[in-house]
T-cell receptor, first 111, second 113 residues
């Protein structure tokens, strides 16, 4: 089983609609969770950290479910500029901060 | 906040040639530094990490090596490139500790022919 698993998509979303997708992780001891965004042929950029109580940053909402070991990302009022690959990232509980990146979920927002 | 610089942006090298990719960090001291490779359509694979000068740990056996001659400099090298070394090489930096948020440089796209 992969340490971090994501649905590769693509999720085709009409502009203005809401899209949500999950990521599952296997290490129950993981403490840190992140969503990164990666545009085509560019470096990943931190979108948001995911906190235990869930958190929101503008149109983006992240949730953590420790019991079922998954995190989710919801994008409201999708914009064309939200088209990207979203990487789920989980720490592997090492002392030096090793992170495991998922392969990503592709989102395509259409006009 | 820290900024990660990488160069070159694009590189085409023949099989068997040497490689040297440089990464430098601005805006922080004693960062954790990482080298990742991303093959086309794939996730990021951690190659090396470093928690300090001269301290390098390798995650996977391979044709590559890394060095950290200065606090904010991280170098990825190979003596002889293989076709399978092609990919998108990303350097990342973090402030360290068990909850290390990592920030990436712009990457080097390497094609080995």
């Amino acid at each position: 089983r992969k340490e971090v698993e994501q649905d590769p998509g693509p999720f085709n979303v009409p502009e203005g609609a809401t899209v949500a997708f999950n990521c599952t992780y296997s290490n129950s001891a993981s403490q840190s969770f992140f969503w990164y965004r990666q545009d085509c042929r560019k470096e990943p950029k931190l979108l948001m950290s995911v906190y235990s109580s869930g958190n929101e940053d503008g149109r983006f909402t992240a949730q953590l479910n420790r019991a079922s070991q998954y995190i989710s990302l919801l994008i409201r009022d999708s914009k064309l500029s939200d088209s990207a690959t979203y990487l789920c990232v989980v720490d592997l509980s090492s002392s030096w901060g090793k992170l495991q990146f998922g392969a990503g979920t592709q989102v395509v927002v259409t006009p | 906040s820290q900024t990660i610089h990488q160069w070159p942006a694009t590189l085409v090298q023949p099989v068997g040639s040497p490689l040297s990719l440089e990464c430098t960090v601005e805006g922080t001291s004693n960062p954790n530094l990482y080298w990742y490779r991303q093959a086309a359509g794939r996730g990021l694979q951690l190659l090396f990490y470093s928690v300090g000068i001269g301290q390098i740990s390798s995650e996977v056996p391979q044709n590559l090596s890394a060095s950290r001659p200065q606090d904010r400099q991280f170098i990825l090298s190979s003596k002889k490139l293989l076709l399978s070394d092609s990919g998108f090489y990303l350097c990342a930096g973090g402030v360290g500790g068990g909850t290390d948020t990592q920030y990436f440089g712009p990457g080097t796209r390497l094609t080995v022919l």
